[in-house]
């Protein structure tokens, strides 16, 4: 039988290891695993939140894509030119999937959704990055696994992505771009859906889930958000291509907690940007990643990561950093 959490009772970090290899360190838990088993072994309705940056195109984190990435070879990982004077990290080629692929990104995200439906609390929301190009195709593959869509938020960063001449006809066409150059980040809000009947008032009641946590000044959570690319500081810290900056990652952790209080996981981990984030804000949080090495770089990278100073954003909005 299936065990269930169904009051406002918060279980603590350590009993979820589910049978992985696990460490606890400060307010979190680190798990080396398959996320998707992870979130099927948790105790039903055990999750308040999930906060979490996904493989976009699924298989650009397979261990021989990221040996492609480190060689410098290519694979899915493409090597760009510089744009404007500016050297380019390597990123993947989102634009060019074939039907197999795009059926494979889709099966991968509505799995994942059953998986999250299990774990999460009824009302508990999950925030999930994504990309200009294939965010249509998650997020119906999301709303598909049975996630209520509640909206995007949109993280305004200017990237060096997109922007590009058309490939080697560069100076047949010195006026023309392929694609716009990207300027944002949409990030998909989903939630559990409530019990039929019920108001987020009794829900928040009941499981401490069903809204959003609004910022310190008393103001509502706001779905543009101005931010940044992530710092050297930060870069040198973590070792990851997708890293988030903290200045980020702590506005979500912070308002995915309507209350204040229950476990945020991310199943993505990488190098923990979230879990750093969550840490930094004294809230509990479990991340799991299946990549030893990037386990490993988190363990390291984490304590450093959310002792970052928070600065000041630009809406006047502050938030401290947690100290024990």
């Given at each position: 039988m299936t065990r269930t959490i169904s009051t406002h009772k918060i279980l603590d970090i350590t009993d979820l290891s589910c049978?992985?290899?696990?460490?606890?360190?400060?307010?979190?838990?680190l798990v080396h695993g398959d996320c998707f088993e992870w979130l099927?072994?948790?105790?039903?309705?055990?999750?308040h939140a999930i906060v979490t940056d996904p493989p976009y195109g699924v298989h650009e984190y397979n261990l021989d894509e990221l040996e492609k990435r480190e060689k410098g070879t290519g694979g899915i990982w493409r090597i760009p030119p510089r744009f404007d004077g500016h050297l380019r990290s390597p990123l993947p080629?989102?634009?060019?999937?074939n039907k197999n692929e795009l059926a494979e990104i889709r099966k991968f995200f509505f799995n994942f959704a059953k998986a999250a439906t299990h774990a999460l609390r009824p009302g508990g929301h999950i925030?999930?990055?994504?990309?200009?190009?294939?965010?249509?195709?998650?997020?119906?593959a999301l709303i598909e696994g049975g996630l209520e869509f509640r909206g995007e938020i949109i993280r305004l960063v200017r990237t060096l992505r997109g922007g590009d001449r058309p490939k080697n006809a560069e100076s047949e066409f010195p006026h023309v771009s392929s694609l716009p150059r990207g300027c944002y980040e949409p990030w998909g809000l989903f939630r559990k859906p409530l019990p039929s009947g019920m108001k987020v008032s009794e829900c928040l009641r009941q499981f401490g889930t069903g809204g959003l946590r609004r910022r310190q000044d008393g103001l509502p959570f706001e779905d543009v958000i101005q931010s940044e690319r992530t710092?050297?500081?930060?870069?040198?810290?973590?070792?990851?291509?997708?890293?988030?900056?903290?200045s980020f990652m702590r506005r979500l952790v912070w308002t995915a907690l309507p209350l204040g209080k229950g476990i945020i996981a991310d199943p993505f981990m990488g190098a923990g940007s979230t879990v750093a984030a969550a840490e930094a804000m004294g809230l509990p949080c479990v991340g799991i990643e299946r990549h030893k090495n990037y386990f490993n770089v988190a363990i390291r990278a984490i304590p450093k990561l959310a002792q970052i100073h928070q600065p000041e954003s630009l809406s006047g909005e502050k938030l401290p950093l947690f100290s024990a």
């Amino acid at each position: 039988m299936t065990r269930t959490i169904s009051t406002h009772k918060i279980l603590d970090i350590t009993d979820l290891s589910c049978g992985f290899e696990a460490r606890q360190m400060g307010h979190y838990l680190l798990v080396h695993g398959d996320c998707f088993e992870w979130l099927r072994r948790l105790p039903e309705n055990t999750l308040h939140a999930i906060v979490t940056d996904p493989p976009y195109g699924v298989h650009e984190y397979n261990l021989d894509e990221l040996e492609k990435r480190e060689k410098g070879t290519g694979g899915i990982w493409r090597i760009p030119p510089r744009f404007d004077g500016h050297l380019r990290s390597p990123l993947p080629r989102f634009t060019a999937f074939n039907k197999n692929e795009l059926a494979e990104i889709r099966k991968f995200f509505f799995n994942f959704a059953k998986a999250a439906t299990h774990a999460l609390r009824p009302g508990g929301h999950i925030f999930i990055a994504s990309n200009a190009i294939i965010s249509q195709l998650t997020f119906s593959a999301l709303i598909e696994g049975g996630l209520e869509f509640r909206g995007e938020i949109i993280r305004l960063v200017r990237t060096l992505r997109g922007g590009d001449r058309p490939k080697n006809a560069e100076s047949e066409f010195p006026h023309v771009s392929s694609l716009p150059r990207g300027c944002y980040e949409p990030w998909g809000l989903f939630r559990k859906p409530l019990p039929s009947g019920m108001k987020v008032s009794e829900c928040l009641r009941q499981f401490g889930t069903g809204g959003l946590r609004r910022r310190q000044d008393g103001l509502p959570f706001e779905d543009v958000i101005q931010s940044e690319r992530t710092t050297q500081q930060e870069r040198k810290i973590a070792d990851h291509p997708s890293l988030k900056p903290q200045s980020f990652m702590r506005r979500l952790v912070w308002t995915a907690l309507p209350l204040g209080k229950g476990i945020i996981a991310d199943p993505f981990m990488g190098a923990g940007s979230t879990v750093a984030a969550a840490e930094a804000m004294g809230l509990p949080c479990v991340g799991i990643e299946r990549h030893k090495n990037y386990f490993n770089v988190a363990i390291r990278a984490i304590p450093k990561l959310a002792q970052i100073h928070q600065p000041e954003s630009l809406s006047g909005e502050k938030l401290p950093l947690f100290s024990a």
